[in-house]
Every structure is written in C-alpha cells, then in structure tokens.
C-alpha cells in the first residue's frame, strides 16, 4: 500500500469515529458509549460539565441515557481532521442532539465539536472530547 493510500484509510478511520458515537447514542447505550474513549479520556460539555476517565463517561451517559437525553439520538458531520503524529489525529465536527422524529439538529441545540484521537492497539479512541454550542 502506497503512503498516499494509508493516508486516506487513516482518515477515512478518524471521520468514522463520530458514527460509533451516533450508533451508541441510538442505542442509549452508556457502556457502548465509553467504549470509545480511552481508559484516561475527558470530556468537557457545556454547563460546566467535566468527566474523566472511561468508567466516569460511561457512568455520566449511562445517566444521561435514563434521564434527560432518554429516547435522543445525536447527529455529526465531520469539518475537519488532520494528523497531530500518525497514532494523534484532530477532527472537527458539527452537529448536535435531535429529539423526536426532527431529521436536522434544532438551531438552537447545534454545536462544534473537537475530538482528539489516539490510536491504541490498532483503533483510534477519543481520548479528549468538547463541544460548544454554535449559538454561544
């Protein structure tokens, strides 16, 4: 496989990430979720909203899941990606929560997001995670 050829895999890899979260988050399924992350990640939300490490994440969206983002499904495209090292990639991505049957992120719940991946054992994990609303 030529240099260019792995390049492009690798970034078709780092853009797919955010479909493991969208499949996890239809599923509501907290420990789908955190399986994502690596074991030391973070993730910053608004309102003050600081977790650590995968068992934090996957006990804050377990949570979230049986309260107040039960029965939502997330949305994202990717903006942006490019590579910190070969195993350290940034994406961008713009998207947000959808209630209900709405096909588009509401206004008003639309945010961007940077995601910093790591590649570990061959998979690459958000291993920092923050989004900000648009409207902010």
């Known amino acids: 496989m030529s240099p260019a050829s792995t390049t492009i ?8 990430v955010p479909q493991r ?3 996890a988050w239809a599923a509501n399924d907290g420990d789908a979720f955190a399986e994502v992350f690596t074991e030391d990640a973070t993730m910053i939300l ?3 909203i600081y ?3 995968r068992e934090g994440i996957r006990a804050f969206m377990g949570f979230a899941y049986s309260g107040p983002l039960k029965g939502t499904r997330v949305a994202g495209e990717p903006l942006s990606a490019r590579f910190v090292t ?10 947000g929560v959808l209630h209900g049957e709405e096909t588009e992120v509401a206004p008003e719940r639309a ?5 910093v991946l790591a590649k570990q054992d061959g998979q690459w994990l958000v ?3 923050q989004n900000t609303p648009i409207g902010a």
Request: hydrophobic residues 45%; proline residues 3%; glycine residues 8%.
């Open 9 to 16: 895999d690798e970034t078709t890899a780092i853009r797919q």
């Open 51 to 53: 977790v650590a490490g």
């Open 21 to 23: 979260i969208i499949a």
């Open 111 to 115: 945010i961007r997001a940077t995601w």
């Open 127 to 129: 291993t920092a995670y």
């Open 46 to 48: 608004p309102g003050d």
């Open 86 to 95: 070969e195993d350290v990639a940034v994406l961008v991505t713009r998207g």
